[in-house]
């Protein structure tokens, strides 16, 4: 029988719905709030990373969009990127009626999938506050972020003033569910620096993820 990580490292996942309304998918036995075309937009942009990249995910909850992304970085040769998953582990204020939640097996749930996937040489995990977390970072050190954690307001918002400063000039910058306080972080900050954004679809395709970029990088 075939096992996990034979699954990560071999055939393309195939992705299964869990929970329609929630957006609950599972990948080779790992779940994860992603569309479809999430799935397709991280690995596109994970495909364009130079060798040895630094990857930043805020957010990294059972590890699945850090998985496809490692996955990504394994199928190209790319064994020197390491990707930095950092969270908390305790949930957030949307998943606290989840029962992996409620007894705080999170994190023991999101390293056993990391174990199992063969892709555990790619992930650093960081089990920190964000904001915290970005603070061991320096400046313009990473070619990809991806913020996925704190989805109030003022948690975004801190999660976009965080991290911006770390990316690399050219790097890519990219944020997930970018509805209602998302939203109005993402606009006050694109405001605040004077960025261009771009939103790459709403559900059932793409979970509103989103770009943010120098203005200048694209003019």
């Given at each position: 029988?075939e096992?996990r990580?034979?699954r990560?490292?071999?055939?393309?996942?195939?992705?299964k719905m869990?929970?329609?309304?929630?957006?609950?998918?599972?990948?080779?036995?790992t779940?994860?709030f992603?569309q479809s075309?999430?799935?397709?937009l991280l690995?596109?942009?994970i495909?364009l990373?130079?060798?040895g990249?630094?990857i930043a995910?805020?957010?990294s909850f059972?590890?699945?969009?850090?998985?496809?992304m490692a996955?990504?970085l394994?199928l190209l040769?790319?064994y020197?990127?390491?990707?930095y998953?950092?969270?908390?582990w305790?949930?957030?204020?949307?998943h606290?009626s989840i029962?992996?939640?409620?007894d705080?097996?999170l994190?023991?749930i999101?390293m056993?999938?990391?174990?199992d996937?063969?892709?555990?040489a790619?992930i650093?995990?960081?089990?920190?506050?964000?904001v915290a977390?970005?603070?061991a970072?320096?400046?313009?050190?990473l070619d990809?972020i991806?913020?996925?954690?704190?989805?109030?307001?003022?948690?975004?918002y801190?999660?976009l003033?965080?991290?911006?400063?770390?990316l690399?000039?050219?790097g890519?910058?990219?944020?997930?569910?970018?509805?209602?306080d998302?939203?109005?972080?993402?606009e006050?900050f694109?405001?605040d620096?004077?960025?261009?954004f771009?939103?790459?679809g709403?559900?059932p395709?793409?979970?509103?993820?989103?770009?943010?970029?120098?203005?200048?990088s694209i003019?």
């Amino acid at each position: 029988m075939e096992d996990r990580g034979e699954r990560w490292l071999g055939s393309q996942p195939t992705l299964k719905m869990v929970d329609p309304i929630s957006g609950l998918i599972e990948i080779n036995g790992t779940q994860g709030f992603l569309q479809s075309g999430d799935v397709q937009l991280l690995q596109h942009f994970i495909s364009l990373m130079p060798l040895g990249a630094k990857i930043a995910e805020v957010g990294s909850f059972l590890g699945l969009s850090g998985l496809l992304m490692a996955r990504t970085l394994y199928l190209l040769g790319n064994y020197g990127a390491k990707i930095y998953c950092i969270d908390h582990w305790h949930g957030s204020i949307e998943h606290q009626s989840i029962e992996a939640v409620k007894d705080g097996r999170l994190f023991d749930i999101f390293m056993k999938n990391i174990h199992d996937s063969g892709l555990r040489a790619f992930i650093v995990p960081i089990r920190s506050d964000s904001v915290a977390a970005a603070q061991a970072f320096e400046d313009r050190c990473l070619d990809l972020i991806f913020i996925d954690g704190d989805h109030t307001f003022e948690g975004c918002y801190a999660d976009l003033t965080a991290w911006y400063p770390k990316l690399k000039s050219g790097g890519i910058f990219l944020g997930h569910d970018c509805y209602p306080d998302v939203r109005r972080a993402v606009e006050l900050f694109m405001k605040d620096k004077e960025l261009c954004f771009t939103l790459f679809g709403v559900p059932p395709y793409c979970g509103y993820m989103y770009r943010l970029e120098d203005r200048a990088s694209i003019l």
